[in-house]
């Protein structure tokens, strides 16, 4: 089974009716994907899709998944608005007001939760999603499943784009997710970066964005106290495929456009795989 996620889209960047470069780096990431020889099983958006929340905006987004053959999924991000988007995506159900489902279709299970807190940037998680999260997680204790969110429960070492030190919402959702052994992957954005680590010893990835990427620097920083470093560049948009084997999920980060090929594999360039795979040269 393969998962592609997709996250922090940002459509709408520069206004209605604008051109968009977000809406451009979709595109490029929405090529790449489908162009795999293998195609993903799903498609998981987690969040930010767009920039502030208006119907257009959203519209714009529905336009651009047309064409897609590949089944796809929304949790919501700190930009979203649940009213907004229900209006553009009428068919996308809502449980006691939070965009949280499962998905079942597949050897995975997944459960997407949402973690926007309306006026919030950081996030959040409360009681009622707490409890459903705990009923769902109830239903099938012993089957692996993974959980999609737009924020990361945990401190990314990047000051200015991470929750705080002992963040109530992380404390609850650590506390829910500790009396059961079936989570085997979280995946989460909002960071706009490709980030490894572990969340009660579950492998946790956050995935790169398609909007600009946000600089890599670990230094603290000073609320107030300007230092002139770079917040965000221009580097190429990314996804990541994950990859469930009945056993654990591997992920690869990719970006989109991807470079100009270097070699194919033809039969001129065959003996590549040959060789790395250590076998002998192939008999004439």
């Known amino acids: 089974m393969i998962i592609a996620q997709i996250t922090d889209l940002h459509l709408g960047f520069h206004g209605e009716n604008a051109s968009c470069t977000n809406r451009e780096r979709l595109r490029a990431v929405l090529s790449e994907v489908q162009s795999k020889i293998q195609s993903p099983d799903l498609i998981l958006f987690t969040g930010d899709l767009v920039e502030i929340g208006e119907d257009w905006a959203y519209e714009d987004l529905r336009e651009e998944l047309e064409t897609l053959s590949i089944p796809y999924y929304f949790a919501f991000g700190n930009h979203d608005n649940r009213s907004a988007f229900s209006s553009t995506f009428p068919e996308v159900k809502f449980d006691q007001g939070f965009l949280q489902y499962t998905i079942d279709d597949w050897p995975l299970r997944i459960i997407v939760l949402d973690s926007l807190e309306v006026g919030r940037h950081g996030g959040g998680f409360c009681s009622t999603r707490a409890k459903w999260l705990h009923d769902r997680l109830s239903e099938q204790p012993d089957r692996p499943t993974l959980i999609a969110l737009h924020h990361p429960p945990m401190r990314s070492g990047i000051d200015w784009m991470t929750v705080s030190e002992g963040e109530a919402w992380v404390n609850l959702l650590q506390a829910t997710l500790e009396p059961f052994n079936n989570v085997v992957h979280i995946m989460a954005g909002h960071i706009h970066r490709s980030i490894f680590t572990q969340f009660l010893d579950i ?48 992920t690869h980060n990719g970006i989109a456009p991807d470079g100009a090929p270097i070699i194919r594999y033809d039969d001129k360039h065959a003996f590549v795989i040959r060789h790395t795979l250590d076998l002998p040269p192939k008999e004439e």
């Open 203 to 250: 492998p946790l990835v956050v995935c790169s964005a398609v909007a600009p990427q946000v600089k890599l620097e670990l230094a603290d920083i000073q609320v107030d106290k300007p230092d002139h470093r770079i917040l965000l560049t221009d580097a190429p948009a990314g996804y990541c495929l994950h990859q469930w084997d009945g056993h654990q999920i591997t």
